[in-house]
């Protein structure tokens, strides 16, 4: 079975404090692994695909990273309008196209 | 701009009584599907449609049912919400199965009274 697990939870940063979230992943073949943003009361907004170990792909102050069982989002001089919910989804291979989402962390950037 | 909206944005119903929810695209994806989300949880599958082709997660109740009557439109039904359904309710599309992320809709809060 597919297990996507997420962590931290929960994390508060002050403004301008770097950090990574990570997004430890089993699958019997990885298709994708997607990362989304999500607002509290709103639809998760898409990130990031990424497809196989060593990619990257960067958005203004987040970077998505993936290794063979783990992807990580750092967070670079975070500001107060990085606060939200990063959700992590993955696609197996040769299976269903269906994503398991993890539970996502929530971060909090303090002014 | 293209996108995929639902309505409506908040639901209160009571106990019982049947509710609908209603999702549109106009992003003319072949993939369609329902989520259901409650605090700090994972948004859970409820449904998905690959064009007409219906497809229900085994963990479904039966409670719940979808129609999805031409592309851009599809509808979850509730028969007999409980206090246990009230949630937030995603709808997501996508242009075909394989490695494509989704695009998700703002999302049905349902309360239950």
């Known amino acids: 079975e597919d297990q996507v697990t997420q962590s931290p939870e929960a994390l508060r940063l002050q403004e301008g404090e770097s950090s990574s979230l990570n997004c430890s992943y089993t699958?019997?073949?990885?298709?994708?692994l997607f990362w989304y943003r999500q607002d509290p009361g709103k639809g998760p907004e898409f990130l990031f695909t990424?497809?196989?170990a060593g990619e990257e792909k960067e958005k203004e102050r987040l970077k998505a990273t993936l290794t063979k069982k783990e992807s990580f989002l750092h967070i670079t001089a975070p500001k107060p309008e990085d606060s939200a919910t990063y959700l992590c989804?993955?696609?197996?291979?040769?299976?269903?196209?269906?994503?398991?989402f993890g539970r996502g962390t929530s971060l909090i950037v303090h002014p | 701009d293209a996108m995929v909206i639902q309505n409506p944005r908040y639901q209160v119903t009571q106990f019982g009584k049947p509710v609908t929810l209603s999702c549109s695209q106009t992003?003319?994806?072949?993939?369609m599907y329902w989520y259901q989300q409650k605090s700090s949880q994972a948004p859970k599958l409820l449904f998905h449609y690959y064009d007409k082709d219906f497809n229900n997660e085994a963990d479904t109740p039966d409670n719940f049912q979808s129609r999805r009557p031409n592309t851009s439109f599809c509808f979850l039904d509730i028969r007999s919400p409980g206090l246990g359904d009230a949630a937030m309710y995603l709808c997501?599309?996508?242009?075909?199965?394989?490695?494509?992320?989704?695009?998700f809709g703002p999302g049905t809060r349902l309360t239950v009274t």
């Open positions: 992003l003319n994806h072949n993939v």
């Open positions: 989804a993955v696609q197996a291979a040769g299976g269903s196209y269906i994503p398991t």
């Open positions: 997501a599309t996508s242009p075909a199965g394989s490695s494509y992320e989704q695009y």
């Open positions: 699958v019997s073949g990885l298709r994708g």
């Open positions: 990424l497809y196989s």
